[in-house]
């Protein structure tokens, strides 16, 4: 394992410009995030509330924070002053308290839908009819302040890369369905998160457009 800068500077040579590295530094110190924004990266990403709001007071305010796990409704209104994209939106509920609470922020807050494309039961994620079921009520369409901007995705962990491989290439037609479907003519509708420190590589060959990577980066985390 090499520096944080560069493990980054590696990471980044695997890297077509189009996709954006989310740099998870959940477990992390602040001294490791310094160390990769001093590398030059702006966008990291964090999957618990408490940790996520102390790391934006305490760090560079450039910095693009994009909350990755899942997400409590009662806990959106401590991220929603700041948030820049919240990558895992598995329900209208939540949907519904994001633009609540964008409102009283006065900005729009920018979310993926995050699909279940794993074979573990744990997973958390929508099926297609549960996302078509949001996209086409009316409460969904009288959201004025959130911005669905794509999808996201977790593969099953595993070393067969041609089962990963094609839970991608699943994810990206559901990607495209919804593109035609749904958010035609909108410029918007563009990401396709998926790929972690083990299967990237395989995302990107499938056509992400975001990739959230941590432990490659940062090192092994503790387990807690
Ligand atoms: C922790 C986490 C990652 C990063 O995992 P690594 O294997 O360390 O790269 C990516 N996405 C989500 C949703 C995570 O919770």
Redesign the pocket.
């Known amino acids: 394992m090499g520096t944080i800068t560069e493990n980054l500077q590696k990471i980044k040579q695997n890297l077509p410009d189009h996709v954006k590295l989310v740099a998870?530094s959940?477990t992390k110190p602040n001294e490791d995030i310094v160390q990769a924004y001093n590398a030059g990266q702006r966008v990291f990403?964090e999957?618990k509330v408490q940790e996520l709001t102390t790391k934006y007071e305490e760090l560079p305010k450039d910095i693009e924070w994009h909350f990755?796990?899942h997400l409590q409704s009662n806990k959106v209104k401590y991220i929603a002053p700041f948030v820049s994209l919240i990558?895992?939106v598995d329900s209208l509920r939540l949907l519904k308290t994001i633009n609540k609470e964008a409102i009283k922020n006065e900005r729009v807050i920018d979310c993926l839908l995050q699909f279940h494309i794993a074979e573990e039961e744990s997973k958390f994620g929508l099926d297609w009819k549960k996302v078509e079921d949001i996209l086409t009520s009316e409460d969904y369409k009288s959201l004025s302040n959130v911005r669905i901007t794509g999808v996201m995705g977790?593969a099953t962990f595993t070393d067969d890369e041609l089962k990963v491989s094609d839970e991608f290439k699943r994810l990206h037609r559901f990607f495209s369905s919804l593109k035609s479907e749904y958010f035609e003519g909108d410029e918007s509708f563009k990401e396709l998160s998926m790929g972690?420190?083990?299967d990237y590589l395989l995302a990107v060959a499938r056509g992400s457009t975001m990739v959230?990577?941590?432990?490659?980066i940062f090192g092994e985390?503790n387990k807690h």
Do not use: C
């Open positions: 998870v959940k990403g999957n990755i796990g990558h895992a977790m972690m420190s083990n959230r990577i941590g432990s490659t985390r």
